[in-house]
């Protein structure tokens, strides 16, 4: 069993910022992509930031020049810096990441964390 827990949400003032953690855990051979994803009240989910398994970044036009994601594979752990938060980064994130579990047999599993809550004050 493969699991992502994510944790690092709460109540932040526009203008701060937080850092969200997101661990995975269970029987990994090695993780390739992640990412982090949010959803808003009445939005669909959409992707905030993905990063390779070689470090390569990208992110939404949205979240670029404030928000950092990086990855600690000896943690088998993805983070998201946010700074610079504006109330419409109020959202549920969820951190995905394809993981290969198993060693004998291994298969691509995509796998979601149950979310953590960032609400954004004006």
């Known amino acids: 069993q493969v699991q992502l827990v994510e944790s690092g949400g709460g109540l932040v003032q526009a203008g701060g910022s937080l850092r969200l953690s997101c661990a995975a855990s269970?029987?990994?051979?090695?993780?390739?992509?992640m990412g982090w994803y949010r959803q808003a009240p009445g939005k669909q989910r959409e992707l905030v930031a993905h990063?390779?398994?070689?470090?390569?970044?990208t992110y939404a036009d949205s979240v670029k020049g404030r928000f950092t994601i990086s990855r600690d594979n000896v943690k088998n752990t993805v983070y998201l810096q946010m700074n610079s938060l504006k109330p419409e980064d109020t959202a549920v994130y969820y951190c995905n990441a394809i993981i290969i579990k198993g060693s004998i047999a291994p298969k691509p599993v995509l796998t979601w964390g149950q979310g953590t809550q960032v609400t954004v004050s004006s």
């Open positions: 269970g029987s990994i051979f090695s993780i390739n992509a």
């Open positions: 990063i390779t398994s070689g470090g390569t970044t």
